[in-house]
């Protein structure tokens, strides 16, 4: 459903993503691991059209995202690390205006809606502004909108960021059950390694830029020696403490030199 080959993204003499390959197969949920400053998010941001790739090549259901970018919208949903709904709006109300972004039809937007609302507890509460939700709340809703145009791919990033325990095991119950149930294929990341341990069928683990291990989280822990994920992410990416902003301003700066400021 997804293949990287050989995907390289620079910023004048950074470069933030360096040389990687990976797939991830229909109705599997990956995980994408990484210390901050990693090279996650702008892996996200090249495969969801959002970043030109400036080398190899990324495949998203046959379709290439950066030529042809509003079909290969069509196929996957997104959520993103910060909160982008509207919370002056119901939760109907969000999830009217995405369908009718996607031209989802009136009456099978309508059925969706009620689907999704129902699946991920929230029917109950559509009328109500969305300033009024908690946070785990709205992360369901969140999750809900991006699977009402029946995307193939849902993209993660970061979903439990600030939640508690209780909202964290609810939200990823749901995500685990619309993957076996409707097949949909779950790529996330996530910095709770326990997370990723209970939900994730393989994962990859990036760090400055390149991918460093790949499998399950099995296989993880047997080629560490390691009796749990997160000691076989400190095992592989080392304990010292990343980052991210600092990446970031090196990036910015390349970019203004680039650009001749």
Known sequence: MIRVENLVRTFGEFTAVNNISFE??????????????AGKTTTIKMLTTLLQPTAGRIELDGLDPAK???????????????????????????????????????????????????????????????????????????????????PKILFLDEPTLGLDPQSRNQLWTHVKKMNETEKTTVFLTTHYMDEADRVAHRIAII????????????????????????????????????????????????VAKMLGR
């Open 24 to 37: 991830v197969q229909q109705g599997e949920i990956f995980a994408f691991l990484g210390p901050n400053g």
């Open 68 to 150: 042809q970018q509003k079909d290969a919208r069509k196929r996957f949903g997104i959520v993103f690390q910060d909160p982008s709904l509207d919370s002056e709006q119901t939760a109907y109300e969000n999830m009217e205006l995405h369908g009718i972004l996607y031209h989802v039809p009136r009456k099978l937007r309508a059925e969706r809606i009620e689907r999704l609302l129902k699946q991920f507890e929230l029917w109950d509460r559509r009328d109500d502004f969305v300033k009024q939700f908690s946070g785990g709340m709205k992360r369901r809703l969140e999750i809900a909108r991006g699977l009402l145009h029946t």
């Open 207 to 254: 760090d400055h830029g390149r991918i460093i291990a790949q499998g399950t989280a099995a296989d993880l822990k047997e080629s560490t020696g390691t009796e749990s994920l997160e000691g076989a992410f400190l095992a592989l990416t080392g304990e010292s403490i990343r980052d991210e902003s600092a990446s970031s301003v090196d990036a910015m700066r390349n």
